[in-house]
């Protein structure tokens, strides 16, 4: 039986009770309280791992200790980076992310003040690598099943939106509580305190308050929010063609927002570094195999080893992609116009072998290590490549949003299985959907939960 959240329960009353906001705050307090608990037994369900592969006791003292040091430490951290806030019960990647690194920095922390005071002796490396890796998956199992109970418990209703509509006939989203002004007699008007008190009645333990209302009423209404003590929004449909994602401003004028850089300084540096740390070494292992293939293609048909084409990098900038050259020279298509197929006459003998393999694309370790590209991201496309009839950009007119990262070798459209020919536009609208997916939601663990997934497509039935 599905328990019925205090949204739900709003909704079917009409007229939000005013407990209810209260109701849902609880809640949340209390799931934080919860998540919080369970990474505490994840962390010393570790250190009992640790104890039990090293001494085979559960309660043997260099687990224990480590438990002890480590334990406030992370709790502070975590709190501090928030990875016990209102937003993680909803988006349980990030909040593992946030617990990942404060546990690691809380242990990171530990070893350098039993190093500085010369406490080794009180804890054991190998119950404490046993107790590390323990603890991810023990923090990363407690986060999935305490998410899973946040969605049954409450179908990720967990804060209290409101509409208010003064004169606009809008729809509001199924988990939104709707006030009518007329309804309500709340017709804003700064200069009746009546109003304004029973606008605050309405407004009391609400997260958030969307208002819908003509133009001309749009300045008397964000007076009034900006004494409501609410996070306050002005609903303006005129804007929706713009898409604006803030506010700045300039010379004392306000500007609208639309675009911004994916990734911040730190994050940036984070993936680069992730590329460095395997494209060196994957070059140094590979450098055999990347000769014997370039003899091969020498071998096999006249023309350069490497074939460079015209792609569409980060910031819709043009650079040069290295490929192993797997076609003819003299019937290369360096724009890109005509998409590889399965018969394709232009395919060399070693060509065939080294695009079934994906051993073509090995080249592009160079264009990593040179910063045109990162390891993860949206696939570089040829300039002329088309979907259909139509070249890319004209398809979608969000085409060029995908290019507000680096293009990588691999993406997440390519481990989903959308590559080789594009013959259609929903072939386009599939990897450019996941593209899209991508940049919204990038994290460092999702580079490498890509760059595994890329290991079961190597060979794959489009790679022709």
């Given at each position: 039986?599905k328990?019925?959240?205090?949204?739900?329960?709003?909704?079917?009353?009409?007229?939000?009770p005013?407990?209810?906001?209260?109701?849902?705050?609880?809640?949340?307090?209390?799931?934080?309280?919860?998540?919080?608990l369970?990474d505490?037994?994840?962390?010393?369900?570790?250190?009992?791992?640790?104890?039990?592969?090293?001494?085979?006791n559960?309660?043997?003292?260099?687990?224990?200790?480590?438990?002890?040091?480590?334990?406030?430490?992370?709790?502070g951290i975590?709190?501090?980076?928030?990875?016990?806030g209102?937003?993680?019960?909803?988006?349980?990647?990030?909040g593992?992310s946030?617990?990942?690194l404060?546990?690691?920095?809380?242990?990171?922390?530990?070893l350098?003040?039993?190093?500085?005071?010369?406490?080794?002796?009180?804890?054991?490396?190998m119950?404490?690598?046993?107790?590390l890796?323990?603890?991810f998956?023990a923090?990363?199992?407690?986060?999935?099943?305490c998410?899973?109970y946040?969605?049954?418990?409450?179908?990720?209703?967990?804060?209290y939106?409101?509409?208010?509509?003064?004169?606009v006939d809008l729809?509001?989203p199924?988990?939104m509580i709707v006030?009518d002004?007329?309804?309500?007699?709340?017709h804003?008007?700064l200069?009746?305190?009546?109003m304004?008190?029973?606008?605050?009645?309405?407004?009391r333990?609400?997260?958030?308050v969307?208002?819908?209302?003509?133009?001309?009423?749009?300045?008397?209404?964000s007076?009034?929010?900006?004494?409501?003590?609410?996070?306050?929004?002005?609903?303006?449909?005129?804007l929706?063609?713009?898409?604006?994602?803030?506010?700045?401003?300039?010379?004392?004028h306000?500007?609208?927002?639309?675009?911004?850089?994916?990734?911040d300084?730190?994050r940036?540096?984070?993936?680069r570094?992730l590329d460095?740390?395997i494209?060196?070494?994957?070059?140094?292992?590979l450098s055999?195999?990347l000769?014997?293939?370039?003899?091969?293609?020498?071998?096999?048909s006249?023309?350069?080893?490497?074939?460079?084409?015209p792609?569409?990098?980060r910031?819709?900038?043009?650079?040069?992609?290295?490929?192993?050259?797997?076609?003819?020279?003299d019937?290369?298509?360096?724009?890109?116009?005509?998409?590889?197929?399965?018969?394709?006459?232009?395919?060399?003998?070693?060509?065939?072998l080294?695009?079934?393999?994906?051993?073509?694309?090995l080249?592009q370790?160079?264009?990593?290590?040179?910063?045109?590209?990162?390891?993860?991201?949206?696939?570089?496309?040829?300039?002329?490549?088309?979907?259909?009839?139509?070249?890319?950009?004209?398809?979608?007119?969000?085409y060029?949003?995908?290019?507000?990262?680096?293009?990588?070798?691999?993406?997440l459209?390519?481990i989903?299985?959308?590559r080789?020919?594009?013959?259609?536009?929903q072939?386009?609208?599939?990897?450019?959907?996941?593209?899209?997916?991508?940049?919204?939601?990038?994290?460092?663990?999702?580079?490498?939960?890509i760059l595994a997934?890329?290991?079961?497509?190597?060979v794959?039935?489009?790679?022709?």
């Amino acid at each position: 039986m599905k328990l019925e959240t205090p949204a739900e329960r709003i909704s079917k009353r009409g007229r939000a009770p005013r407990s209810a906001p209260s109701e849902l705050q609880s809640l949340r307090v209390r799931l934080c309280l919860m998540v919080l608990l369970v990474d505490c037994v994840a962390i010393l369900v570790g250190c009992m791992a640790g104890n039990v592969l090293r001494f085979g006791n559960l309660w043997a003292d260099p687990g224990l200790n480590l438990f002890a040091a480590v334990l406030p430490l992370y709790v502070g951290i975590a709190i501090n980076s928030d990875a016990f806030g209102s937003d993680t019960l909803s988006d349980v990647h990030s909040g593992l992310s946030r617990a990942i690194l404060a546990y690691v920095f809380a242990v990171f922390a530990v070893l350098f003040i039993a190093f500085y005071m010369k406490a080794g002796t009180d804890l054991s490396r190998m119950a404490s690598g046993v107790a590390l890796v323990s603890t991810f998956a023990a923090l990363a199992a407690g986060r999935f099943l305490c998410a899973a109970y946040i969605k049954r418990r409450t179908g990720m209703r967990l804060f209290y939106d409101l509409m208010i509509r003064d004169g606009v006939d809008l729809a509001a989203p199924p988990n939104m509580i709707v006030v009518d002004c007329h309804t309500h007699d709340l017709h804003p008007d700064l200069h009746d305190p009546h109003m304004l008190d029973r606008l605050a009645a309405q407004l009391r333990g609400v997260d958030r308050v969307v208002i819908a209302c003509p133009p001309e009423r749009r300045l008397v209404w964000s007076l009034l929010l900006k004494g409501s003590s609410v996070n306050g929004h002005i609903l303006s449909q005129d804007l929706d063609p713009v898409a604006p994602i803030g506010i700045g401003s300039l010379s004392g004028h306000f500007t609208l927002a639309v675009a911004c850089a994916p990734l911040d300084l730190s994050r940036r540096c984070a993936k680069r570094t992730l590329d460095l740390l395997i494209t060196i070494p994957a070059l140094i292992f590979l450098s055999p195999m990347l000769l014997a293939v370039a003899l091969a293609v020498k071998l096999d048909s006249r023309g350069p080893v490497l074939f460079r084409q015209p792609r569409v990098g980060r910031g819709n900038r043009i650079f040069l992609m290295y490929k192993f050259r797997s076609m003819r020279h003299d019937l290369a298509d360096r724009a890109g116009n005509r998409s590889a197929s399965r018969d394709d006459d232009r395919i060399t003998k070693i060509g065939r072998l080294i695009r079934a393999t994906s051993i073509d694309e090995l080249p592009q370790l160079f264009n990593v290590l040179r910063g045109e590209m990162s390891l993860v991201g949206p696939r570089p496309h040829a300039l002329g490549s088309l979907a259909g009839n139509e070249l890319f950009w004209e398809v979608d007119e969000r085409y060029w949003h995908r290019h507000a990262l680096k293009p990588g070798l691999t993406g997440l459209a390519q481990i989903r299985g959308y590559r080789g020919a594009t013959p259609d536009r929903q072939d386009l609208a599939n990897r450019l959907n996941a593209d899209l997916e991508y940049l919204a939601g990038w994290t460092i663990w999702r580079d490498i939960s890509i760059l595994a997934g890329t290991l079961r497509v190597l060979v794959h039935p489009n790679a022709y």
